[in-house]
């Protein structure tokens, strides 16, 4: 999966090709895609990394400056959301496409719980209804109702890995 990534996004740019980090820097960590289903594992990481780029620390890259952060960040949402879409998948990429937007508005106003909302999504891609816990989230800066339904689909377990890997990479 990280090749792929790193391959196809040096292909893609020369400027991509020299933001990779060097091999042996590169941190193979799936953190959400444990808990979705395994035909948009690749898609899903791929979106994560570009938010990574745009907020944490990045797991195959480390760009430039913060114009090659935000080019590659937004390169990496749409690749990946074209590898979920390849799947005919419409809801998942809705899903994604909303997380995406909702994340962004919390962290472009300072709130937590994206990790919540990257583990709910992910365990409810494409087939759950997370309205109502995202609206908690945008409007109320209340996670609570993500993590619950993360919980019960995916596990303790696997959720408190993802989160304790988010919380290493983001903050």
């Known amino acids: 999966m990280w090749e792929t990534i790193a391959a196809e996004a040096a292909a893609q ?3 991509w090709a020299e ?3 060097p091999e042996a820097e590169r941190l193979r960590e799936p953190v959400f895609s444990p808990l979705a289903p395994a035909g948009h594992a690749l898609g899903l990481e791929t979106i994560y990394e570009g938010y990574l780029v745009h907020y944490g620390n990045a797991r195959l890259f480390s760009p430039a400056d913060s114009e090659t952060a935000l080019l590659l960040g937004d ?4 690749h990946g ?3 979920v879409a390849a799947t005919g998948d ?3 990429v809705a899903d994604l496409s909303e997380l995406i937007s909702l994340c962004s508005q919390a962290r472009a106003e300072g709130r937590n719980g994206d990790g919540s ?3 709910a999504t992910a365990a ?3 087939a759950g209804d997370l309205s109502l816990a995202r609206d908690a989230l945008r ?3 209340d996670s609570s109702l993500l993590e619950a339904s993360a919980r019960s689909t995916a596990g303790d377990a696997p959720v408190d890995r993802a989160l304790a890997a988010h919380a290493r990479l983001v903050g």
């Open 81 to 83: 959301l074209v590898r």
């Open 19 to 21: 933001s990779l980090l």
């Open 75 to 78: 390169y990496l949402y749409a």
């Open 117 to 119: 909302a990257w583990a």
């Open 139 to 141: 409007l109320r800066s």
């Open 13 to 15: 740019s020369q400027l």
């Open 124 to 126: 409810l891609l494409g």
């Open 90 to 92: 419409v809801a998942a």
